[in-house]
């Protein structure tokens, strides 16, 4: 299994930016999928996750209605939109299998899978 998270980069505070996490390896429909952040200093946090046909999704309260997470299982991809950026949103950020279906988890432990991280820099 192999994710690849890409999308990142450098933007100012209320700017957007979409990542996308290119999966291989596995039946993609078959996961819920999600993703996770980390900011220098601190514990890795669930920022929101997709159930496997992208029907049903959850939030970290943090980002709920600025970002946006979907799925395409025909390119095996999932997608976080991030709209009005914040400068505490920077953090390395990565997507994530979770383990088994079912409803959706928030917690790291339920995720067997990682991508290699993206990094997003939101300045004042």
């Known amino acids: 299994v192999q994710l690849q998270a890409s999308g990142g980069g450098a933007v100012q505070a209320g700017g957007s930016l979409r990542l996308s996490c290119a999966a291989s390896?596995?039946?993609?429909?078959?996961?819920?999928m999600g993703w996770f952040r980390q900011a220098p200093g601190k514990e890795r946090e669930f920022v929101a996750a997709i159930n496997w046909s992208g029907g049903s999704t959850i939030y970290a309260d943090s980002v709920k209605g600025r970002f946006t997470i979907s799925r395409d299982n025909a390119k095996n991809t999932v997608y976080l939109q991030m709209n009005s950026l914040k400068p505490e949103d920077t953090a390395v950020y990565y997507c994530a299998r979770d383990r088994r279906a079912g409803p959706l988890r928030a917690y790291v432990v339920y995720y067997d899978y990682w991508g290699q991280g993206t990094l997003v820099t939101v300045s004042s």
């Open positions: 390896g596995l039946i993609f429909r078959n996961y819920n």
